[in-house]
């Protein structure tokens, strides 16, 4: 992160602007930072615990998150700090919502650091899906994949080249966004900062209309679309592509659930908004197409309120809030892996009370479900749903109304963006709410995009006893 915040310093240094200080000295402190945390962790004894790791892993992303929020804070921007974490807690969760208003005259600096941010967010959390949370039996290659801990049964036998993998395969979907973009017809710097919170399925813009700004560009509307998919896809997919050995295992019962979603619904939306508004069929599809992805994928671009379509089309978009796309990418919300298994346990628990007897084998695509993994599943399940109801709640006792926290909780939790309703809609934005509802979202996005759990066992008491 420090040597990234000199990335937009050289920016305002070539525009004159006079942040190009803010973000060095935030760089500084940084690295002094990283320094003194790196000395106190230097004791080769330490050893590596689930207790460390779920600590770990909150930690990281609160760290950041705080550290994101200095360029914002100390900026010549008129917000006070509750936003400016906000900001960047937004960011680096990949969500997208944010409390900036006039983005389209915006230094071109603290531009680039939103988009860096996101960028930066759905790489770390991809990296921390696969690599890291499967040691906590929490998620990643565990719930994608159901492979065992027995190196033989992995993508590749050492965590080092799955990881160099995911990066590589991360950056070249960025660079080819990137350049598409600017082939379309974007400006360069507007084609690197929406290609990064593209990929990274995140939504930032550098216009305060986000992607409406190019409504009238049908080619950057359908490379959009195309790459919000190709961001909400497993990141393991891209490896085992350029592995012989592994085309086989391409097939995903998610991935196809998640062509099928987009497919079905774009098509129902699409057919409605030509009969409510009578536009061509072409751009009624583009329309339907780009808006639903731009939700399920949980980035959060909009080229128009789709929630005035009419009511079916509304509750289209609510319904696919929940649902997310792939495990293993940068997307957010319940993700269409735990549905499906969620579906298996739900369909094997009834045909038991048909058939006490019956001896039932869930499986998910060729592997069986495993009652760790079932666990796990139903405690995500609960927990999301709990935080979703108490996040709501609080948010309406701090002074907002049921519409702007429920769907203020909900788009934070499932890391879309944008929520419902003139205040927070695809038309509207975070800045009139409160900094007390402002830090409630803050924790819900982070708790989302941990995936919960590891947020949440941090208030257990047996997490902090002995």
């Known amino acids: 992160m420090a040597a990234t915040m000199l990335v937009p310093a050289l920016v305002d240094i070539h525009i004159g ?114 690599l890291l949370l499967p040691s906590l039996r929490i998620g990643g290659i565990q719930l994608l994949h159901m492979e065992s801990s027995d190196k033989s049964e992995k993508i590749l036998p050492r965590i080092h080249q799955i990881a160099t993998g995911i990066i590589l395969a991360y950056i070249s979907l960025t660079l080819a966004c990137t350049l598409l973009y600017f082939a379309a017809g974007m400006g360069m710097f507007d084609a690197v900062n929406h290609a990064m919170t593209t990929v990274a399925t995140a939504g930032f813009s550098t216009h305060d209309t986000s992607l409406g700004f190019y409504a009238h560009n049908r080619a950057i509307l359908i490379i959009a679309t195309i790459f919000m998919i190709l961001g909400a896809l497993p990141f393991v997919l891209y490896i085992k592509a350029v592995m012989p050995q592994r085309l086989m295992s391409l097939v995903d019962p998610q991935v196809t659930l998640f062509f099928v979603i987009i497919v079905g619904l774009s098509a129902v939306l699409a057919v409605g908004l030509k009969l409510e508004s009578g536009i061509g069929t072409g751009d009624a599809l583009i329309a339907a197409f780009f808006n639903l992805v731009s939700v399920i994928t949980t980035t959060g671009f909009a080229t128009e309120d789709y929630t005035l379509w009419g009511s079916e089309a ?43 007897n019956a001896v039932i084998k869930m499986r998910y695509g060729r592997s069986e479900i495993t009652q760790d993994v079932a666990q796990s599943t139903l405690l995500f399940i609960f927990l999301y749903m709990s935080s979703l109801v108490i996040g709501a709640t609080i948010l309406t006792i701090l002074g907002n109304d049921l519409g702007t926290a429920f769907t203020g909780a909900l788009t934070a939790l499932s890391n879309v963006g944008p929520g419902f309703g003139d205040t927070i809609g695809p038309a509207g934005n975070f800045s009139t709410l409160g900094d007390p509802s402002l830090i409630v979202l803050s924790y819900l996005m982070l708790a989302g995009r941990l995936e919960i759990i590891p947020v949440v066992i941090l208030f257990t008491r047996r997490f902090w006893s002995r």
């Open 17 to 130: 602007n006079r942040d190009w200080a803010v973000f060095v000295k935030s760089a500084v402190f940084t690295s002094v930072l990283c320094g003194l945390v790196s000395l106190a962790t230097s004791n080769p004894e330490i050893r590596f615990t689930p207790r460390l790791g779920f600590l770990l892993i909150v930690a990281i992303w609160l760290t950041a998150a705080l550290l994101g929020s200095l360029p914002f804070f100390f900026s010549t921007l008129p917000i006070s700090f509750a936003k400016a974490f906000f900001e960047s807690m937004s960011g680096i969760t990949a969500t997208g919502a944010t409390v900036l208003t006039g983005l389209d005259s915006m230094p071109r600096g603290i531009l680039m650091w939103r988009s860096l941010l996101c960028w930066f967010g759905g790489l770390g959390f991809v990296g921390l899906g696969l």
């Open 314 to 356: 509304l509750g289209i978009f609510f319904l696919v809030t929940f649902i997310g796309s792939c495990s293993g990418s940068t997307s957010g919300g319940i993700k269409l892996n735990r549905l499906i298994i969620l579906w298996q346990l739900a369909s094997a628990s009834l045909t038991r009370l048909i058939m006490p």
